[in-house]
C-alpha cells in the first residue's frame, strides 16, 4: 500500500483505570505505524491518568481537563479533532480495544476521496477481555448507491460500534464535528447520519475493534438512554430534502414506528442483564412490558416469552442467545 495518512485516534476516558492499559497497548501493537493518540481524560478520580502518563511514546498525546460528563460528550470528541493533525479520525474509547490489523485494513478504503467512514465488525468482551461474541457474522455494504443505501439503513438503527469505525476528518470538518443531541449520551449515531449525506461508506469484512462489556458502561438507564438516542432518526429525516426522502422510499411513519420497536428491544436487552445479575423479578417486569406491546418484532417477543420463563427458572439467556447468531452479553 502506498496510501499513508496519519491516522488519529481519539481516546475519549473516565475512570478507566482497569482498561486504559490495554486500550494503549493495543494502538502501540498497530502493525500501521503512522498514528497519533490523543487521549482526553474527562476528570478521572481513579489512576486513569497516571497509567496513562507511563507511556513515553511521542505518539501519544494526554490532555486533563475538568469533567463536563456524557451529556456534554461532544465537547470532548471535538477537542481532541481540534487537537488531531491526521487526515483519517479513528475512535477508540478508553475502555475498549484493537487487533494489531485494525488500521492496517481500515486505511486502504480511504485511498478513494469519496470514503468519509469505514466501519467493521466488533467483538464483545468481557471485563477481562476474553471475547464474548463477535457481530455480525458476515459484514456486506452496499453495493450501488451507498449513500442512500446507508441512510436508509442508518435510519432505522445504528449498526457502526465506534470503536470499529474510521472517518475522514475534512469529512467530520464539513458537518461541524462530532455530533450529539441533548437528549442522548452518544456522538456517534447522529455523527453517522450527518457523514451519510456528503460521502460513502465503506465496510470492511474483518473484526476490528473490542467493545468491552462491564457494569460501569451498561447500566440500566444508560441503556434506555442510548435507545432514545434513535429519535435522532426522526429529527434528522425531518430536515433531510424532500427529493432524497422520495429516492429511499421511507416514510416518518415507518422511522418512528421502528422507534416503538427499537424500545421494545432495550426492554428485552434489560431483562436480559437482570437475569445475568440474578434480578429474577426485576426481569420478569422488563419481559412483560415487552410481551404487553404490540409492535414488536417476532423474535424478540418469542425472546421475551422464553426470558420471562428462565427469570422463574432462575438462569440467564445468554446460551439461548448464541445459539441464534445475535451478540451475548455473557
Known amino acids: 500500500?502506498?496510501?499513508?495518512?496519519?491516522?488519529?485516534?481519539?481516546?475519549?476516558?473516565?475512570?478507566?483505570?482497569?482498561?486504559?492499559?490495554?486500550?494503549?497497548?493495543?494502538?502501540?501493537?498497530?502493525?500501521?505505524?503512522?498514528?497519533?493518540?490523543?487521549?482526553?481524560?474527562?476528570?478521572?478520580?481513579?489512576?486513569?491518568?497516571?497509567?496513562?502518563?507511563?507511556?513515553?511514546?511521542?505518539?501519544?498525546?494526554?490532555?486533563?481537563?475538568?469533567?463536563?460528563?456524557?451529556?456534554?460528550?461532544?465537547?470532548?470528541?471535538?477537542?481532541?479533532?481540534?487537537?488531531?493533525?491526521?487526515?483519517?479520525?479513528?475512535?477508540?474509547?478508553?475502555?475498549?480495544?484493537?487487533?494489531?490489523?485494525?488500521?492496517?485494513?481500515?486505511?486502504?478504503?480511504?485511498?478513494?476521496?469519496?470514503?468519509?467512514?469505514?466501519?467493521?465488525?466488533?467483538?464483545?468482551?468481557?471485563?477481562?477481555?476474553?471475547?464474548?461474541s463477535v457481530f455480525p457474522r458476515k459484514l456486506k455494504g452496499p453495493k450501488k448507491d451507498q449513500r442512500g443505501q446507508i441512510l436508509k439503513r442508518l435510519l432505522f438503527g445504528n449498526f457502526i460500534w465506534p470503536c470499529t469505525a474510521m472517518c475522514r476528518k475534512s469529512a467530520l470538518l464539513s458537518i461541524g464535528g462530532f455530533k450529539q443531541a441533548e437528549y442522548t449520551p452518544l456522538v456517534d449515531y447522529p455523527t453517522w447520519l450527518e457523514l451519510s449525506l456528503i460521502g460513502n461508506f465503506s465496510a470492511v469484512d474483518e473484526m476490528l475493534g473490542y467493545w468491552r462489556f462491564h457494569e460501569g458502561q451498561v447500566t440500566s438507564t444508560m441503556l434506555t438512554r442510548m435507545a432514545e438516542a434513535e429519535k435522532y432518526s426522526l429529527d434528522f429525516f425531518e430536515r433531510i430534502p424532500k427529493e432524497l426522502v422520495d429516492s429511499l422510499g421511507v416514510s416518518i411513519d415507518q422511522v418512528r414506528r421502528n422507534q416503538q420497536i427499537r424500545m421494545a428491544s432495550v426492554d428485552f436487552s434489560l431483562g436480559r442483564m437482570a437475569l445475568?445479575?440474578?434480578?429474577?423479578?426485576?426481569?420478569?417486569?422488563?419481559?412483560?412490558?415487552?410481551?404487553?406491546?404490540?409492535?414488536?418484532?417476532?423474535?424478540?417477543?418469542?425472546?421475551?416469552?422464553?426470558?420471562?420463563?428462565?427469570?422463574?427458572?432462575r438462569v440467564d439467556l445468554e446460551w439461548i442467545v448464541g445459539l441464534t447468531g445475535n451478540p451475548r452479553f455473557r
Open 1 to 132: 500500500m502506498n496510501y499513508h495518512p496519519l491516522v488519529s485516534v481519539i481516546t475519549p476516558t473516565y475512570n478507566h483505570e482497569k482498561f486504559i492499559a490495554q486500550c494503549i497497548e493495543s494502538v502501540l501493537a498497530q502493525t500501521y505505524p503512522n498514528w497519533e493518540q490523543i487521549i482526553i481524560d474527562d476528570g478521572s478520580t481513579d489512576r486513569t491518568g497516571e497509567i496513562a502518563t507511563q507511556y513515553k511514546d511521542e505518539r501519544i498525546k494526554y490532555i486533563r481537563q475538568d469533567n463536563v460528563g456524557i451529556w456534554n460528550l461532544s465537547k470532548t470528541y471535538n477537542r481532541a479533532l481540534d487537537m488531531a493533525k491526521g487526515e483519517l479520525i479513528a475512535v477508540l474509547e478508553g475502555d475498549d480495544f484493537w487487533p494489531p490489523y485494525k488500521l492496517d485494513r481500515e486505511v486502504p478504503p480511504f485511498e478513494r476521496p469519496d470514503t468519509v467512514l469505514a466501519w467493521g465488525k466488533v467483538a464483545f468482551a468481557n471485563v477481562e477481555g476474553k471475547v464474548i
Open 276 to 313: 445475568i445479575k440474578g434480578k429474577w423479578n426485576d426481569a420478569k417486569n422488563d419481559f412483560k412490558k415487552v410481551l404487553v406491546k404490540g409492535n414488536v418484532r417476532l423474535k424478540i417477543r418469542v425472546g421475551s416469552m422464553i426470558g420471562l420463563a428462565c427469570s422463574y427458572l
